[in-house]
């Protein structure tokens, strides 16, 4: 039997307590605000870890504005390595699927958290979106 997603989040954040349940909630909003995104005519979406990361940080954006780098933060979700890391976490209990080829590493060389978060309010507006 499959567990809850607030079991797995629970179970979680025993795990690994540098990041918060409003981190796996977080995500899994913006994995759904990502797929919305990029994935619109796709009846099986499957995203890069570019693309989640990217929508999520525009979901971010679109639901804290200014304040998305503190927030974010708060919760532990510090760099796309966060990222990442919340993402497989989310993998390891069965809640997220992964493909062959996908890697957590794929997560490490992405564009800086906090320059995609502050880009809009600090006058360099990023066109990642």
């Given amino acids: 039997m499959q567990q809850s997603f607030e079991k797995a989040v629970e179970l979680l954040v025993e795990r ?7 981190a796996y909630e977080f995500m899994r909003a913006g994995l759904d605000s990502a797929a919305d995104r990029f994935c619109k005519d796709d009846k099986s979406p499957h995203l890069s870890a570019r693309e989640l990361y990217l929508g999520a940080c525009a979901y971010a954006l679109e ?19 966060d990222f990442g890391h919340v ?9 997220f699927g992964k493909q062959k080829g996908d890697s957590l590493e794929q997560f490490y060389d992405l564009p800086d958290l906090q320059a995609i978060l502050n880009a809009p309010y600090d006058g360099t507006k990023t066109a990642l979106f």
Avoid at 63 to 81: K, Q
């Fill in 63 to 81: 639901e804290y504005g200014p304040l998305a780098a503190t927030v974010l933060r708060s919760w532990g979700l510090n760099s796309s390595g």
């Fill in 16 to 22: 690994y307590p540098q990041y918060t349940e409003e």
């Fill in 87 to 95: 993402v497989y976490n989310l993998i390891e209990v069965g809640v």
